[in-house]
């Protein structure tokens, strides 16, 4: 269902550029094509690292280190997790869904996806370029404090 | 031929393994390559539809002109102004860094340019739809709820935390770096 509104969104949002500008559309279609051909190699080695973790680990094994009950110590992995990786988020989210239907808890993703996405500790030599070295390391503070918090809040929504 | 292998030599590498397991462990191989199969039909399904999105609004939302309405005391309309061109926006957190010096270089101020950070590493739609599509709409949009907040008080913490100098400091740092991009 969510799917066929996507396609029709992009459709509607599609015909709507093309009459108003041909030129745009192409412009936009083009950038579509190469932002998506940029993350495939990743996108597509994260799939296969997906498969053959989901066929060796049990859902056990996925639940004890990742689950609900893995508590404050799943949480922390995620998120430092999180936190330190340079990856995609249309590259994270298969893994993060993969992870969740095999028995992750909602808590733990959470911190994994929000960490992922607002702390960047491998790009913060570009960041100090532009916020310098104290603004950086304020932000990235209360980024990675702000995940764990947001995680928590999940947690207890989906519980 | 060469460029492709060198792109996709990690996954290439990763499909090589996959098969060598196979070929020991039949079981976990055979499952493996069914469940990286049932994945990559599944989201290469819902991909093209938000890739034509984030084109759309990457051309469409004019940032440029839109940073000139953002300068020091444009209140309301400036905080929602760089929230926007942050949820418009495509590409990883660090891709926000030279527009936000643009911003810096052209006065706006502090508390919106970490909205506006804020707003492109939480909020973008193009990543929130398939966000919505992998982990489910509840997840999203609680987790979104809870990011808007979030990244208010960020920015708020920010502006605070920094001092008179600190800001004089990165509006410099930004001024002085001389190249718009």
Do not use: C
Not at chain 1, 18 to 42: C, G, H, V, Y
Not at chain 1, 76 to 103: E, R
Not at chain 2, 10 to 28: K, Q, S, T, W
Request: net charge positive; charged share 15%; proline share 4%.
């Amino acid at each position: 269902m969510f799917t066929y509104i996507l396609y029709g969104l992009a459709g509607g949002g599609l015909i709507l550029s093309f009459i108003k500008d041909r030129q745009k559309t192409k412009k936009s279609l083009i950038k579509a094509w190469k932002a998506f051909e940029n993350i495939m190699p990743q996108f597509l080695a994260v799939l296969v690292v997906i498969g053959l973790a989901l066929a060796i680990l049990s859902p056990e094994t996925i639940t004890k280190l990742l689950g609900n009950e893995s508590g404050v110590w799943g949480l922390l992995f995620t998120s430092v997790l999180g936190a330190v990786t340079l990856i995609p988020a249309f590259v994270a989210f298969p893994l993060a869904a993969a992870l969740l239907h095999s028995g992750a808890g909602y808590m733990q993703i959470a911190a994994f996806v929000s960490s992922l996405t607002m702390v960047g500790v491998i790009t913060m030599p570009l960041e100090i370029k532009t916020f310098g070295k104290k603004a950086t390391l304020l932000r990235n503070a209360f980024a990675f404090v702000f995940s764990l918090i947001s995680a928590l809040i999940i947690g207890v929504i989906f519980k | 031929m060469k460029k492709f292998l060198k792109r996709y030599w990690m996954f290439l590498a990763l499909l090589a393994a996959n098969i060598i397991i196979g070929l020991l462990l039949p079981e976990i191989g055979l499952k493996s390559i069914e469940i990286t199969k049932k994945n990559a039909l599944e989201m290469l399904s819902i991909l093209p539809p938000i890739f034509i999105l984030l084109g759309l609004l990457d051309v469409w939302v004019e940032r440029e002109t839109m940073i000139k309405y953002m300068g020091k005391g444009s209140g309301m309309k400036g905080i929602l102004i760089a929230f926007l061109i942050g949820s418009a926006a495509a590409g990883p957190l660090y891709a926000s860094f030279p527009l936000a010096s643009v911003m810096l270089k052209k006065g706006s101020s502090i508390f919106n340019i970490f909205i506006f950070v804020g707003a492109w590493s939480a909020t973008k739609i193009p990543m929130l739809t398939f966000e919505a599509a992998s982990l489910g709409l509840p997840f999203m949009l609680i987790r979104l709820g809870i990011s808007i907040v979030g990244i208010f008080i960020i920015a708020i913490l920010m502006n605070r935390s920094l001092k008179e100098e600190d800001k004089v400091e990165l509006y410099d740092i930004n001024n002085k770096s001389g190249e718009v991009q």
